[in-house]
């Protein structure tokens, strides 16, 4: 038996450094199948964020696709996705760079589709009997705001691309059927996100790719509808949360049926193009994903009897690139739990039996080091409770003191309207290997929860989302499984603006740390990009009609009730928060005396791609909570300069 040795919470030492976190670590962000070829898309920070296509062909090699320099990552709606399509062994996708359309056959180089302009394109449908492909263009060679629509582009000629639907604000997931000869897509408008209520169209497409006969399958201003599908039988699935929960239904002989009612979402929000979480095996059979109180389960629904059985994997976590079916009996995507990491997976359809195909990360860690997450439901505001993952300190070497119990490092997930999950990051292990307790809150708002738990954030952001944070760590110190005196947040984008309203509507925690966070309502309004610039009138209020309440719950203008040391972190070329949001937020700080420090990066957007940029936010993190709470760090870190602390 290992003899621990009692050390402070904060000094342990780690195996889990930043470096390790950042070393060969890859992101997945999109996942399709070609026959039996399986593609997805890689994001690397060793190579500054840099999005590759890879392939894993049916002989089971793997191989990158996309050659240097190309990055593939699309910024349709700022938030992206759907950036490649495949068919016949030819690939499709938007270049991050020039924003054009490209078009590679099977080992040859990428050549344009579309014209170097200021046209966007994403979530693309290929249809060889045409030779076109309908995909989503926005828009941004005029002043104001992005056009949306739909176009029909040469799949060999290429150009701009022909619209064939526009008109509303916003497009997403056109979808053609197995035999060419319909069209569906989803579409909403301002002030509307793609959860609140979205309306699927249907047309009849005509022999040069223009649109006939259209009318609505379903959805409305208050029904959210998403990722339409075409099974082999031509008939069209999607996902509608008409009955409080995002459960599955077809489209059969002019009428909506449902497959399965339950209370459980089979979709996630929407954020990006591109997802799906169902497919279907070759009988027909629908093979999805579904989400329970946070955590995703696998299952399958006869299509003719709609049976509905469970696959027993051993996975909590579904990517946002969905689940394929391979012509045989194979399932793909990509999963994660608490005790493994993301990973491109392929299972067999009967047994449930799976096998890793490319993992995220290669870990090597001994026993005893990984927290298991444990999802705790706990009282909040107005008599209801919200859900989090808590995460106790574990280390095999090491143990606090008995008289003490652990920090505590609150976690605001971003969106607001998104969700955190229980697969295994190395990002949270660093803390808890170190002596540091995490709780990652799904405050209300979080999808996964159900229509009613998403809408109390309706009008209420700052405020439900803060009392959920706050409740968080108070169930944890009145368990005693934490300290009290020593609770720090921290957040980023959405979760930074929680963040900061945190510390600064609050006096619950001692310290914080905000990665591009919103300080100014206002300024955001104003600022934002098109798919965001109406979020907060739902979030908040409309503006400027409800200016009052902007300003009411902007940081900014309540830095007199702030009393606790705070870092900004910010990429530089933040268009959805920019730098200016925390700037402003420094100067206020510094003018104020509170100790603080400003931590900017060249080169990055709205969320760090970058591997020696993540690393050194992590390490900076840790050391500015060393120095507030005067805890020793067992390895050097980087350091940095904090004002005001005395």
Avoid at 177 to 194: C, D, E, I, Q, R
Wanted: with cysteine; charged share 20%; net charge negative.
């Amino acid at each position: 038996m290992i003899q621990k040795q009692v050390t402070p919470y904060g000094s342990w030492e780690s195996p889990i450094t930043s470096e390790i976190i950042v070393k060969d670590g890859i992101n997945f962000t999109g996942l399709t199948v070609d026959e039996d070829n399986i593609y997805w898309i890689e994001t690397r920070p060793a190579e500054g964020g840099r999005h590759v296509i890879v392939c894993r062909s049916n002989d089971g090699v793997i191989a990158d696709v996309t050659p240097m320099p190309f990055n593939v990552r699309s910024t349709v709606h700022e938030y992206g996705g759907g950036a490649m399509a495949v068919s016949r062994g030819i690939v499709f996708f938007s270049n991050f760079s020039d924003q054009r359309l490209y078009r590679q056959e099977s080992g040859g180089i990428p050549r344009p589709l579309t014209p170097p302009n200021a046209f966007r394109y994403a979530d693309a449908s290929i249809d060889w009997d045409r030779d076109l492909l309908f995909c989503v263009r926005e828009d941004h060679t005029k002043t104001g705001e992005a056009v949306n629509s739909i176009v029909k582009l040469d799949l060999v000629a290429g150009g701009p691309g022909d619209i064939v639907i526009e008109g509303n604000d916003f497009y997403s997931s056109p979808r053609l059927s197995p035999n060419g000869k319909y069209l569906a897509w989803v579409t909403w408008n301002h002030p509307h996100m793609p959860w609140h209520g979205t309306e699927l169209w249907l047309a009849e497409v005509n022999q040069d790719g223009s649109l006939t006969n259209k009318f609505i399958v379903a959805g409305g201003r208050e029904e959210s509808v998403l990722h339409p599908q075409w099974s082999h039988g031509n008939e069209l699935y999607f996902a509608s949360d008409r009955t409080g929960w995002w459960n599955l239904y077809r489209f059969r002989s002019g009428d909506v049926e449902p497959l399965h009612s339950m209370e459980a979402e089979f979709a996630g929000g929407g954020w990006a193009l591109g997802e799906c979480k169902y497919s279907f095996s070759a009988d027909g059979s629908v093979i999805c994903a579904f989400n329970q109180n946070g955590l995703w389960k696998f299952a399958w629904i006869d299509s003719e009897s709609l049976e509905f059985c469970f696959y027993d994997l051993p996975f909590t976590d579904i990517g946002r690139s969905g689940l394929h079916v391979l012509s045989g009996l194979q399932g793909v995507c990509t999963v994660g739990s608490p005790t493994s990491v993301a990973a491109v997976v392929l299972f067999d359809l009967i047994t449930g039996s799976h096998s890793v195909l490319r993992q995220s990360k290669e870990i090597d860690i001994e026993e005893g080091y990984l927290s298991v997450p444990e999802a705790i439901e706990f009282p909040t505001g107005n008599g209801l409770t919200a859900h989090a993952f808590f995460y106790p300190p574990l280390n095999r070497y090491f143990e606090g003191y008995a008289s003490e119990q652990p920090p505590l490092l609150v976690i605001s997930h971003g969106g607001p309207t998104g969700a955190t999950s229980a697969t295994l990051k190395l990002e949270t292990q660093y803390w808890t290997t170190r002596g540091i307790a995490v709780v990652d809150v799904n405050y209300g708002g979080s999808t996964g929860y159900g229509v009613a738990y998403r809408q109390r954030l309706t009008g209420n952001w700052g405020i439900v989302d803060v009392d959920d944070c706050v409740n968080a760590a108070k169930y944890l110190i009145k368990r005693g499984d934490v300290d009290g005196d020593r609770l720090m947040i921290r957040g980023g984008s959405a979760g930074g603006y929680t963040t900061l309203a945190a510390l600064t509507f609050t006096n619950v925690f001692k310290a914080g740390a905000s990665y591009y966070g919103i300080s100014d309502l206002e300024m955001l309004a104003r600022d934002t990009h098109k798919y965001e610039s109406r979020y907060l009138d739902s979030l908040i209020g409309a503006y400027p009609e409800r200016r009052d309440l902007y300003i009411d719950r902007s940081p900014i203008h309540h830095v007199d009730n702030l009393s606790c040391p705070l870092i900004l972190f910010q990429g530089l070329e933040d268009k959805v928060v920019p730098p200016n949001q925390a700037e402003r937020m420094l100067e206020v700080l510094r003018q104020k005396g509170l100790p603080v420090a400003y931590v900017p990066f060249e080169g990055e957007q709205h969320g760090f791609r970058k591997s020696e940029n993540i690393k050194r936010s992590m390490e900076i993190e840790l050391y500015f909570y060393s120095r507030v709470f005067g805890f020793n760090l067992a390895d050097a870190v980087e350091e940095v300069v904090i004002e005001n602390l005395f």
